[in-house]
């Protein structure tokens, strides 16, 4: 992977191609500080690969030696030099050396006490790097020089499901081209997008910025409505492949009418869910709930003005106000689904998808991993929706530029549609 005429090649192993997009976007001098923060926190993991291997590699050394009793030796392994408990102190020893560790990390410990310890051996890998990372984490979701837009920006690209795309093979759904995958990689920046001459006026008649903001907003053209559908259909396959029978936009939903506190009868007729999965109260944490689910999507943006840090809620509030009547007078289940444009799931949209791939898990257990099926579909979502992002920018920008900025268009420098007779002059 490198920089190719501007454009950031993606044609890389998915192991290395966090690195890779500093190295791609360091040519396009375009590098952040929060480049170095970790991909569920919002960057890229700019050089957190070492730390990232030397907490697994410690983590299942600890793993391993709780399953031995710390007075025997282990012979076969370590030629009988070495036990269990010696084994751990001299790579803890290694660990403390190369990072300073707070006092009550738990890592602090003897080997023995750790050995010993009843915690679980989920997850060590995650506790010793969150430790390694959490000044900068800290300064990066809280720094309190940014704005009130920046700060929301930033906590929108929390959690592992926003920074998934970045990690996923290009292949099927997660492919980009290379100029798309480089807007999407501005964007998570909160970078000037090289393709955008800033002042430009859009054809709604306002200015577009150099973000892309006003492009990610406008209310022209149909391409939020492809993304929002593209997220929709890959939701939908996944309740198929967990062997949930789910329509898309279903008619007839809501033909059971409901009644006010003053006793005037509301009707729903016009309403249309984007999803029904038949059966599937047990998708949305209700056991032994046979009813319908109906779920709607919603993809906010929480740097809007109007909504600034509160995407999210208020997307959902609305959503609600909207579907809740209805779906209790017709014996349904609301499921709101809201995504930020830039990746962050709601509580909700996380519940869904993890209780649809646990159905989908259940089914063949021996096939794949729990964990290996939920990262699979975090990134299939993940990288539909930056690529659409990626393709509502450019199009909206093409689209906009020659019908109000001035009067060349391609060839035809005097806006005659008539070509082939001016090539004839």
């Known amino acids: 992977m490198g920089e190719r005429s501007g454009v950031i090649s993606r044609k890389c192993p998915a192991k290395i191609l966090a690195e890779a997009i500093i190295i791609g976007l360091t040519t396009l001098q375009c590098v952040k500080p929060d480049g170095k923060i970790s991909t569920r926190n919002g960057g890229f993991s700019l050089g957190l690969l070492k730390q990232s291997a030397m907490c697994g590699h410690l983590a299942a050394v600890i793993s391993f ?144 910025d150099a973000y892309g903001h006003h492009l990610a907003r406008c209310n022209r053209g149909g391409e939020r409505t492809e993304r929002h559908d593209a997220i929709v259909r890959t939701l939908r396959q996944l309740a198929c492949r967990a062997g949930i029978k789910c329509s898309y936009n279903p008619v007839g939903c809501f033909s059971n009418p409901s009644t006010n ?40 943006d929480s740097t809007g003005p109007s909504q600034i840090g509160k995407g999210i809620p208020r997307a959902e509030k609305e959503k609600i106000g909207k579907y809740g009547l209805a779906s209790d007078a017709n014996g349904l289940v609301f499921a709101p689904l809201v995504i930020e444009m830039l990746g962050q799931f709601s509580e909700k949209t996380n519940h869904f998808v993890n209780s649809l791939v646990h159905t989908l898990w259940e089914k063949e257990p021996e096939l794949f991993p729990e964990s290996v099926l939920l990262r699979y579909w975090r990134k299939r979502l993940s990288s539909v929706l930056q690529r659409y992002n990626a393709l509502s920018l450019m199009a909206r920008y093409q689209r906009a530029t020659p019908a109000t900025n001035g009067t060349d268009c391609v060839f035809d420098e005097s806006r005659n549609d008539n070509i082939v007779a001016m090539c004839n002059v």
């Open 65 to 208: 030696c709780r399953y031995f009793d710390e007075d025997v030796e282990l012979q076969q392994l370590l030629d009988g030099k070495i036990s269990a408990v010696n084994m751990l102190e001299l790579e803890l020893n290694d660990f403390r050396s190369v990072y300073q560790l707070p006092e009550d990390h738990w890592c602090s410990a003897t080997a023995k006490d750790i050995i010993a310890s009843e915690n679980g051996t989920t997850g060590l890998q995650h506790q010793l790097y969150d430790c390694l990372i959490e000044k900068d984490v800290t300064a990066f979701v809280e720094d309190e020089t940014v704005g009130s837009v920046e700060k929301a920006r930033r906590g929108a690209l929390q959690g592992t499901e926003a920074g998934a795309f970045l990690l996923a093979t290009p292949k099927g759904d997660c492919k980009f081209l290379s100029k798309h995958f480089q807007t999407a990689c501005l964007l998570r920046l909160g970078l000037p997008q090289p393709f955008i001459e800033p002042g430009t006026k859009c054809s709604c008649g306002g200015v577009i």
């Open 261 to 300: 506190s003053d006793g005037e009868v509301i009707t729903f007729g016009n309403l249309r869910p984007d999803l029904r999965l038949f059966m599937g109260g047990s998708v949305v944490g209700l056991k032994e709930d046979n009813r319908d689910v109906v779920a709607d999507v919603r993809i906010t």
